[in-house]
């Protein structure tokens, strides 16, 4: 598989060295690593930097040759304390990733883009980006608002991820990555859906484990991965209720190498993309 990962999402209940065996046995060559918690108490893998843990994530990784192309994941939130993050960029530099995801949970706009171009100034000093998310159901919540929040917060390694599920929920079309600096996207999260949104209520269901492979529903996948810059990360993010997780792995790299190669183009990033 020419440089494919995998968001933690899809896998979620494998702890780290487990989710890269079986990644890699499934044909991925890059995970996402779930270090921090969406929310207090919710599912994560803390690692501290400098640890025996991290160094033994790191032989499990260097053994099964599988690259971390991004951690995750903080909310940026109006109690947000940039500095608190010093350990998690540590540990993900550690790693070798690229990136940390964010998301923005700040309804203060002036707040939350200086709290990113203070996160990003933290990141650089790992040589991490920072990589901004929107979802729907979040203060940041589309593409034009993560992109004001990057664009304002004036930072280099600032950009913008593009989850194929949240571009459009959120009302979101492919028309409208033609109006956005290309140097802003540098990661793709790739899964289907039907055309049709869920009921309101059912919305952050979907996303969390209700999601389709690629092709397997009827979103505009096809014109989405052409719009796309050529150079960027891309990753499969497919939860599922109800398929255990070793299953989902398989299907999810198989299905998903078909259907790039089927659309006669994949953006190869891992090999071409560098910290920035």
């Known amino acids: 598989m020419n440089g494919l990962g995998v968001a933690h999402l899809t896998a979620l209940e494998l702890a780290p060295a487990r989710l890269v065996r079986e990644a890699r046995r499934a044909g991925f060559s890059a995970v996402g690593l779930r270090l921090h918690p969406v929310i207090p108490g919710a599912q994560a893998y803390p690692v501290a930097p400098g640890s025996q843990a991290l160094r033994e994530l790191r032989a499990v990784m260097a053994g099964e040759g599988v690259r971390v192309t991004d951690i995750e994941f903080v909310s940026l939130t109006a109690q947000a304390q940039v500095a608190d993050y010093q350990p998690l960029l540590a540990a993900g530099a550690e790693l070798g990733a690229l990136s940390l995801t964010v998301s923005g949970d700040d309804d203060d706009v002036a ?5 990113f171009a203070a996160l ?9 980006r920072v990589d901004l998310e929107f979802m729907r159901w979040r203060p940041v919540a589309t593409l034009q608002q993560a992109c004001t929040v990057v664009t304002g917060a004036g930072q280099d390694n600032g950009g913008v991820l593009v989850d194929a599920l949240h571009l459009f929920r959120s009302g979101g079309q492919v028309a409208d990555l033609a109006g956005v600096d290309p140097r802003l996207l540098r ?4 899964c289907d859906a039907p055309l049709l949104a869920p009921v309101e209520e059912l919305i952050i269901a979907e996303a969390r484990e ?9 979103l505009p996948l096809a014109a989405l991965v052409a719009a796309l810059p050529a ?4 990753s499969v993010e497919v ?17 998903t190498q078909a259907w790039l190669q089927g659309r006669r183009r994949f953006p190869s990033t891992l090999q071409a993309a560098g910290h920035s």
């Not at 990661?187 to 790739?190: D, G, I, R």
């Not at 209700?210 to 009827?218: E, F, K, N, V, Y």
């Not at 939860?239 to 198989?254: F, H, I, M, Y």
């Open 111 to 115: 707040r939350l883009t200086g709290n």
């Open 120 to 128: 990003c100034e933290l990141a650089r000093g790992h040589g991490l």
């Open 187 to 190: 990661a793709v999260q790739l």
């Open 210 to 218: 209700g999601r389709m492979l690629p092709g397997q529903g009827q």
């Open 231 to 234: 150079q960027l990360c891309v």
């Open 239 to 255: 939860p599922s209720a109800g398929v255990p997780a070793e299953q989902r792995l398989q299907a999810a790299a198989r299905v």
